[in-house]
């Protein structure tokens, strides 16, 4: 392949990303649908349990899904008992009550204001010298809000398609 004029990258480097970026690949239709063509919002449950292992491996999933500055600062809050199924319940709007007392397990997605204290475990080329950007509490409440909403939607889309589970989602604040 000769270098065009436009052509921006070397061929050198533009070999080894089609060799080694294989998620360069279309996934299949039937991927596809389960992502988000067919994928739908349930609004009631089995009586199948929800094990540990399966929230373990939805956790180790999600986890991946990208952030600004690889911030991660959503906190999840796995919701089981009997007990605290009725003190989340009561404190939702009246058509979600029913649906968390019934479900197996609610998540309630946080965010941590305090996030940038692991940006150096997190992000370790930069993180440390991103830690005074979030020094600024708007900043940080901006980007807290932002990124944990996005890490909800990759919850929503690691448990249709990763788990087995298939989940409702709501948002209150
Ligand atoms: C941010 C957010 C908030 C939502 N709030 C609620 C809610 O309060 N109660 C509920 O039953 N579903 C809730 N949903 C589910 C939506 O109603 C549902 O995703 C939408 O109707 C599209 O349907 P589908 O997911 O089946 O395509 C919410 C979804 C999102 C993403």
Redesign the pocket.
Same mark, same amino acid.
């Given at each position: 392949m000769g270098q065009s004029s436009q052509q921006i990258w070397p061929n050198r480097l533009l070999r080894n990303f089609t060799v080694q970026n294989s998620m360069t690949d279309k996934l299949d239709d039937r991927a596809l649908d389960r992502l988000f063509r067919t %994928?739908?919002?349930?609004?009631a449950w089995t009586e199948q349990a929800v094990t540990e292992q399966q929230l373990r491996e939805l956790y180790d999933l999600m986890k991946f899904g990208p952030t600004s500055g690889n911030c991660c600062p959503a906190r999840f809050v796995w919701v089981r008992s009997a007990e605290g199924k009725s003190r989340l319940a009561a404190l %939702? %709007?009246p058509?979600?009550a029913p649906?968390i007392l019934a479900a197996p397990v609610t998540v309630i997605v946080g965010y941590d204001l305090d996030f940038a204290e692991q940006l150096p475990k997190l992000f370790p080329a930069r993180g440390k010298d991103m830690q005074a950007y979030y020094s600024d509490p708007l900043v940080a409440q901006t980007t807290a809000f932002r990124n944990s909403?996005l890490q909800?939607?990759y919850l929503?889309v690691a448990a249709r398609v990763g788990t087995g589970l298939r989940s409702?989602?709501?948002?209150?604040q």
């Open positions: %994928a739908r919002t349930r609004n %939702a %709007a058509n979600n649906k909403s909800g939607a929503i409702n989602v709501w948002l209150q």
